[in-house]
């Protein structure tokens, strides 16, 4: 029963995405918390002490004239920002990872085989960490969860600043594997299969490794007009 409403829940923040970013600015969005409750108001990345070290964490209020309170990630499933959508994950036993084992992803492709990015600012090794036990995760259907972050922000936000933006693609947050330039074209082939088009420009070399900014803008822009 847990795992049937996890998967429903993830699938709920699928409508959402854009390209805002995390942001030290508060903008209207929402979260879930650890029961799977749905709360609005007003959201802004952590930028005071931590509650949890290791642990990333947002800041949240209802409304303008509320007081702030600090949600860890721990203590959250994911939250969205205007149309971006974030997962909560925990550092991968191999990979480039952030300085919080526990962190948030954004949603960059909501695909069979989805795509992630995560900022390494803070220097970053893989974790060894346990996964997550609360069942994060992607899963198939139209009922709810976390989705895509359809644009993306790379200067500015989350991943701006001199901060480097890590990708990650897998079924889940617990399968998830990091994207090189190695693997680039192979990943990016199967993730943004549905645009054929795209694909085969990728093939064709006219995006590289290092054009990922403008490689997801392109996927999303002309996936957002099928829609």
Known sequence: ???????????????????????????????????????????RTGTGKKLVENEGYITFKEDDKANKQNLSASMIHGFVIGRDSFIVARAPRVGTWSKNELDFMQVMVNSPLKLYAINASGGGGGGGGIQPSFGLGMGGGSVGGIGTGIGLSLGSGMFGGGNR???????????????????????????????????????????????MEKLIKAYNEKHETKN
């Open 165 to 211: 933006a890590v990708y990650y693609f897998g079924s889940d947050t617990g399968s998830m594997t990091e994207m090189k330039k190695q693997n680039f074209v192979d990943v990016i082939s199967e993730v943004m299969a549905d645009e054929p088009e795209i694909v085969e420009k990728v093939k064709a070399k006219k995006y590289s490794f290092g054009d």
């Open 1 to 43: 029963m847990k795992f049937l409403f996890l998967s429903a829940f993830i699938l709920f923040f699928a409508c959402s995405s854009n390209a805002q970013g995390l942001t030290s600015k508060f903008q209207q969005g929402y979260y879930y918390d650890i029961n799977g409750q749905k709360v609005e108001g007003l959201i």
